[in-house]
Nanobody, 115 residues
């Protein structure tokens, strides 16, 4: 049973930084693409950033230049370094992993940015 567990969320002031981590366990096959998504109250879940097994990245325009996604394939771990945080970054952040033909999600970690 594949499980994704996020950590690193919390409360931070605007302009501050946080680093999120996501550890995948129970993985038998290679993890293809991984990504971070976020959902603010009353809004849909949106893409933040994705990264392929080979390290190619893609970012939402709203986070380009501020967030950096990375992964450690040996540890089945995904990271998101978030700098220059803004109040509009407040959301629950979810980790996603594509394994074989299946899509897996973590439970989410709350990020709150105060003004």
């Amino acid at each position: 049973q594949v499980q994704l567990v996020e950590s690193g969320g919390g409360l931070v002031q605007a302009g501050g930084s946080l680093e999120l981590s996501c550890v995948a366990s129970g993985v038998i096959f290679r993890i293809n693409a991984m990504g971070w998504y976020r959902q603010a109250p009353g809004k849909q879940r949106d893409l933040v950033a994705t990264i392929t097994f080979g390290g190619s990245t893609n970012y939402a325009d709203s986070v380009k230049g501020r967030f950096t996604i990375s992964r450690d394939n040996a540890k089945n771990t995904l990271y998101l370094q978030m700098n220059s945080l803004k109040p509009e970054d407040t959301a629950v952040y979810y980790c996603n992993a594509q394994i074989a033909l299946s899509n897996f999600w973590g439970q989410g970690t709350q990020v709150t940015v105060s003004s």
